[in-house]
């Protein structure tokens, strides 16, 4: 039995000011059911992903609030940082292949949103924070840019990397977000534009924005995608994997393994290696992360992820071209945040998750425009936090 | 294929400031891991309910810090307000189905808690009014006991009850909760006591207290419970409902639709009718609630709730007897919150869920000391805000 997603829908990411978390979660789900060819009466269940609209908004039991927009009658809320709407996916499609092996087709609905410009900076770094470990990392000052430029910190002490390997990531990144009109930064980058500090050695542009908005996907059967006459790619397999949430306790600093241990499930079930994946959107919440993520997913061996972006080089070249930049991993092109990433696409972190998705999906249905890469097979890693949870998930035509 | 619970855990519930939510969660999750002759390394995944540490404790992200006390890799946090616990029980029960439909036995835990008592209450009033409408409640200054004060005026107003049927209702429930050793309050209360108003009609005796807690359950599939040589009861079914969050947008306003929703389906699954049932833990929040479940539940029509609390004449009975106290409908006995129910017990609000399914498995397996009433057929219904979510759970023997 094989789930298939048959629809997606997501908003423009960015300080959307003038619109509020529901518009977002229905503008994301209205184009999701549409482009299924399906209504929203059809749907049996919604898996909502969120990570704090608590203290974005006030809103706890974002479930039933789903309901009144939608008017589905069962939503279920996950949280899990940045994971959050991965895990709704994973969730999603065990209860379609549950009802498909007791003889139901089902349609669910998965929605990831975060709604985070109405706070002033500060704030929302302090909300974001509660993702780290609060009584270790957050009550000593801890923020996210100050965790991962620890691990940057540490990555270029340990290997032969520079700040110009993570800086090549956004700039690559930022490339790559202009042939995507849903992104958030559309502006080309260069070397000498990572100047202002944030936290050494992390500099603004190696780290993504504070953002809107929201993603969605429809899920069922292939059996039923098939009925319905949908055009949809299989969701191969999704696996969930949880660590330590704290730095000090992670077994080692710079290997990310909730998302190797994930991957590596995944690869296993599907009889499958790293080289057979043509295209993978990684989060890069800081360019340090997608060289962690490349070795996470066994692109690269522990601490050589780095020497995958320097198939980039030269740097310059990247703004040269009008289509995305492959890496080249012995010999064969890995295209990596074709979307523009977290880094430039926008980090709405509830929706992360499901963004991630929607791109694949929609360069394997060949959705995309200038930016499609015509793969067979892609992926998504998905992390919540610093590596407390990553999810890691296999999309094929 | 039967999901079985083979093991429960739940500490104290109270105002434990002696003990941080770690302490909590790793006391209820060793007592129900003991119990099931299991150890943590059995443990394939876990579903952790959490209403809000996010503002209670500045933790989002709930899942990989139980992955650092606990040492389980794979863990999901739900989060429905008040019913969050079940809701993990839920999808807990589901990946063991499924799970099981493939070739595979899994060991699931559930665990639920809150640590409300470190706040001010003021503060406490306000994080648990994120469960309701934030844009047209909170925002207007409402709160719990304001909206439940609400529902109670009204079901007063259109039916023949008076506020002695309320009392009623806390009266039996501190009653219940003098024989359970983990209950917050053990102490018989009178219809003198109910002087101090809250929210009229709501007196202080009609509303449950702010408690910290945990409860926790383990799940595997009846067959690999048999094998494990483990006491169990049998997860007959669970199923979810939601609804509209805002009282002003319910489709009637003393009905629990979502409650009726979950319970009348899982009737239907089960070929059962309310009169199969011998005891139910209901969420009585609030006095009024426990009536209103009691509808939804389908045990009294629509606004005859009521008329069942009142087979307690003459209340002053109560205190009489050395047992629960059961109603009498059509002659036949149903314990309702033998436990004490969240008015007496405590009611630590992502705790509730799974400490209700505590009390009715340890009833089903004799294991409850005085207060057991020897059911053969138990049930949960669990509301998650005013309504907004709601579950309901059948076991037996």
Known sequence: MTVAIIGTGITKFGELWDKNWEDLVFESSLDAVKNSN??????????????????????DHIAPRITEILGINKVIRTEAACASSSIALKLAKDEIELSSLKGEEKIALVIGFEKMTDRVVGETTSILAGASHFDTEVINGATFPSLYALLAARYL??????????????????KNAMLNEKAMFRKEINLEDFKINIASPLKLFDCSPISDGSASLVLTTEKYAKELGADYVKLEDIEIGTSSISLAKRKELLVLDSAKRA????YKKLNLKPKDIDLIEVHDCFTINEILCLEAAGFAKKLEGYKIIRSLM????????????????DGKELFVNTSGGLKAKGHPVGATGAAQVVEVVNQLLGRCGKRNVNPEIGATLNIGGTGGTATFSVLSK
Chains 1, 2 share one sequence.
């Open 38 to 59: 399906i209504e929203f009466e059809d749907i049996n269940s919604c898996y909502v992903g969120n990570m704090n609209l608590s203290r974005f908004g006030g809103q």
């Open 157 to 174: 002490h340990e290997t032969g990397a520079n700040e110009e390997d993570l800086h090549a990531v956004g700039i690559k990144n930022h």
């Open 263 to 266: 991957s590596e499930s995944v």
């Open 314 to 329: 030269p740097y310059e070249n990247i703004n040269k071209r009008d289509a995305p930049i492959p890496y080249l991993i």
